[in-house]
Every structure is written in C-alpha cells, then in structure tokens.
C-alpha cells in the first residue's frame, strides 16, 4: 500500500447503497457521498455553499454487507480508504476520469445524530476484539457473563 493516496472524506449518502456479489461470492457495497463545502461570508453575514464534491464509494466483504444493512440515503458518514481512479470513454469518445473511494472503514457521523452499535454476528472478530481490548471469557469477564457480584471488577 506503499504509495496509496488516503482520504478521509465526511459527507451524505446520496443514494441508497447497493450490495452485489463477485461470481466468485465476494460482497461488495457501492455508494454515492456528497461534501459540499461551506464558509461565512462576512459581509452579507451569511454561510454560503461552495462547490459540492461526489465521489463514488467502494465497500468489500463483510463490511459491504454491514453498510448495505445500516446506512442509507441522507445519512452523513465518514469514510477512510485509498483514491482510486478509473478513466473511460463517453459516448462522444472523449477519455473521462471518475474517481472512488476503496473503503477501508465507513462510520456514521455523529454530528448531528446519535447511533447505537451492534456487535456483527457469527465469527466476526467478537472474541479477537475482546482480546484485543484486554478482556476476554477465558479471564472470566464477568460484564460479558453478568458476573458472580454486583460489585465492578476494578
């Protein structure tokens, strides 16, 4: 990865995203975000738009199922991945360049809104993240199995 161009793009989803699969059964989650800048000008006293920024969005895998579940249409999120563009020929034959986001990570935006997270199901990394953050069932949790006291464990 070495060389890669990462952004950190916030923005609103301005279609709902869309989960196809590979032919060889890879998940992918495509959508649209908007950022459209916006700045005081002092001497009208008012907030004016700037030129709005689209780019196309890429999710793989896993986390393409997870976005296709839980963002849609109008939602602001912030998204972190690697550049890409993709030049093609329009119907006139001019080359033209789009340009996407390869996901690495895709979160709601708590601006102005509020989310509650769900662990994903299934082997999805719950007891790796639980090890990773230094609790686990094998060190007897006792917030995971409701513990043997009210007491907490520190």
């Known amino acids: 990865m070495s060389g890669d161009t990462t952004i950190t793009m916030t923005g609103n ?3 709902d995203p869309e989960l196809r699969f590979t032919p060889s059964g890879a998940a992918v989650c495509n959508f649209r975000m908007a ?17 709005p ?14 976005v296709a579940e839980s963002v849609q249409r109008g939602m602001r999120v912030i998204v972190v991945g690697r550049l890409t563009q993709r030049q093609y020929e329009d119907r006139e034959g001019k080359t033209r360049s789009s340009y996407e986001i390869q996901a690495e990570e895709v979160a709601p935006s708590l601006l102005r809104a509020t989310a509650v997270v769900t662990k994903a199901g299934g ?3 719950g007891a790796q993240q639980q090890q990773a953050h230094g609790y686990s069932q094998a ?3 006792p917030w995971a199995t409701g513990g043997h006291s009210n007491e907490p464990p520190f």
Do not use: M
């Open 13 to 15: 989803v301005v279609a």
């Open 35 to 51: 950022n459209t800048p916006r700045k005081f000008n002092r001497q009208t006293n008012e907030w004016e738009d700037g030129e």
């Open 53 to 66: 920024l689209f780019l196309g969005v890429a999710v793989w895998r896993q986390q393409a199922e997870h």
């Open 123 to 125: 082997n999805q990394g």
């Open 139 to 141: 060190q007897g949790d």
